[in-house]
């Protein structure tokens, strides 16, 4: 049973990664128009980024999920099934099911000889998680201000009140901290990334041999 939870606790994991980037997706395209409004060329760009970034991570979590479903778990499902055309007692069934297992969590980076694998997804996903939360909690509110904040400053000029302009009024919205952070966390996933795929390739390489 022990095999079976970890396994619906990696693909709950991959589910709820992959529900996060959704939402704060929804919450760039909910806000989009908004966001267009802020002149800064800059920040513009960063967005752009920001976003092939998200598009990015979603598809990681998008074929590792898959990767699970199909080729893990469908596979080893349908191997299990022709076995049991062929099993003669209750022996058979029980070997079947443990080879089941083993190649499940083996395939799903589950097992033991996959551990740095495994350890490697954790990390990847710990990023996206740490990505998606900072863009959303900071960056993206903090844009929203500084919409808002050129918008009331066109209005006040256009009205012309720009004397009676506040400080606050003046200031940039958008914390330069929180567009590092997204910078270095989005870093840090592209290395630990290569790292994982050097890892496969090393994996396969040794397999080919």
Same mark, same amino acid.
């Given at each position: 049973?022990?095999?079976?939870?970890?396994?619906?606790?990696?693909?709950? /994991?991959?589910?709820?990664?992959?529900?996060?980037?959704?939402?704060?997706?929804?919450?760039?395209?909910?806000?989009?128009?908004?966001?267009?409004?802020?002149?800064?060329?800059?920040?513009?760009?960063?967005?752009?980024?920001?976003?092939?970034?998200?598009?990015?991570?979603?598809?990681?979590?998008?074929?590792?999920?898959?990767?699970?479903?199909?080729?893990?778990?469908?596979?080893?499902?349908?191997?299990?099934?022709?076995?049991?055309?062929?099993?003669?007692?209750?022996?058979?069934?029980?070997?079947?099911?443990?080879?089941?297992?083993?190649?499940?969590?083996? /395939?799903?980076?589950?097992?033991?000889?996959?551990? /740095?694998?495994?350890?490697?997804?954790?990390?990847?996903?710990?990023?996206?998680?740490?990505?998606?939360?900072?863009?959303?909690?900071?960056?993206?509110?903090?844009?929203? /201000?500084?919409?808002?904040?050129?918008?009331?400053?066109?209005?006040?000029?256009?009205?012309?009140?720009?004397?009676?302009?506040?400080?606050?009024?003046?200031?940039?919205?958008?914390?330069?901290?929180?567009?590092?952070?997204?910078?270095?966390?989005?870093?840090?996933?592209?290395?630990?990334?290569?790292?994982?795929?050097?890892?496969?390739?090393?994996?396969?390489?040794?397999?080919?041999?």
């Amino acid at each position: 049973m022990d095999a079976y939870a970890k396994i619906f606790s990696f693909l709950w /994991k991959l589910k709820k990664i992959e529900h996060q980037l959704s939402l704060s997706w929804g919450n760039m395209m909910n806000n989009r128009k908004e966001f267009a409004k802020i002149p800064d060329a800059n920040l513009q760009s960063k967005f752009h980024r920001f976003n092939l970034a998200h598009q990015e991570m979603s598809h990681f979590v998008r074929n590792v999920f898959n990767y699970i479903l199909v080729e893990v778990l469908e596979s080893a499902w349908r191997e299990f099934l022709d076995g049991m055309k062929g099993a003669e007692d209750l022996d058979c069934i029980i070997l079947l099911q443990k080879k089941f297992i083993s190649n499940v969590m083996d /395939k799903a980076l589950l097992s033991e000889n996959q551990k /740095k694998l495994y350890k490697q997804v954790l990390t990847l996903l710990n990023q996206i998680f740490l990505f998606t939360h900072i863009k959303d909690v900071y960056f993206y509110s903090q844009a929203l /201000k500084e919409s808002k904040r050129v918008q009331h400053v066109q209005s006040m000029k256009a009205a012309g009140r720009e004397h009676e302009l506040a400080q606050e009024d003046l200031t940039f919205q958008v914390n330069q901290i929180s567009i590092d952070e997204l910078e270095g966390t989005y870093d840090g996933f592209q290395k630990h990334f290569n790292e994982f795929y050097n890892m496969i390739e090393a994996e396969v390489s040794n397999f080919s041999c």
